[in-house]
């Protein structure tokens, strides 16, 4: 489990692709410490395995779902990632539950400066804004913001200065692609409410139900 709060920039030096997997490596410092092969690691919002490690940096493997889910497949060498390590059991919960698993991507369609805040606009799939909500949570490109406003074709953030300066953010420009993870909650209480259950009986959670006990 992450929680959106990056540690490091990093920078992606090499990327082999395979047919449809693929295998990075990754220049950084900070997020070294302490860390072992086969310890999780945040690149971009993506939760990748560490498969060997060097004293500048350290290599993982890509699976082909991650290829397709990510935009892993559009990033430059170099170029710049978000890095966090798995959060410790005694760490500070500063951010939001971010598990690492890449729901889609999203175009950024405006960049516009607001004294000290800058907004992103973000295009998306209606399929992924379905669990957007305004003043939710969303990590995009790993990073934990609070979602301003939800509109049918996409979302925005207002980001201040700092996470600006020390995220990947700055790279990013009009056309820009950018993970997303929505928040974890909302997916599942969907599935418990519609009864989705994969065979087993169906949720007795109902709208006539949260009616009769005064939630509607």
């Not at 929680?3 to 047919?19: P, S």
């Not at 900070?30 to 999780?40: A, F, H, V």
């Not at 798995?86 to 939001?96: E, L, T």
């Not at 997303?180 to 959670?205: A, H, T, W």
Request: net charge negative.
């Amino acid at each position: 489990m992450f929680t959106g709060i990056i540690e490091e920039t990093g920078t992606l030096c090499e990327i082999k692709k395979g047919a449809v997997s693929a295998k990075v490596r990754i220049r950084c410092q900070k997020i070294l410490e302490g860390t072992k092969t086969g310890d999780s690691i945040a690149v971009n919002g993506i939760c990748l395995t560490v498969t060997s490690l060097a004293k500048d940096g350290f290599t993982a493997d890509v699976m082909a779902e991650t290829m397709r889910r990510s935009s892993l497949s559009e990033l430059k060498v170099p170029g710049m990632v978000n890095l966090e390590r798995a959060m410790a059991a005694d760490g500070r919960f500063g951010g939001h539950i971010v598990s690492g698993h890449i729901d889609g991507t999203g175009q950024v369609t405006e960049i516009r400066q607001e004294e000290n805040a800058v907004w992103y606009t973000v295009s998306a799939d209606k399929k992924l804004l379905r669990y957007i909500v305004e003043k939710g949570s969303v990590a995009l490109d790993g990073i934990s913001l609070t979602v301003a406003k939800v509109r049918e074709q996409d979302f925005q953030v207002s980001v201040i200065p700092h996470t600006r300066q020390e995220t990947a953010l700055t790279e990013k420009r009009v056309g820009s692609i950018m993970n997303i993870e929505c928040d974890v909650i909302g997916k599942y209480v969907e599935k418990l409410i519609s009864g989705d259950s994969g065979g087993e009986s169906q949720s007795r959670i109902t709208e006539s139900f949260l009616m009769e006990h005064g939630f509607c």
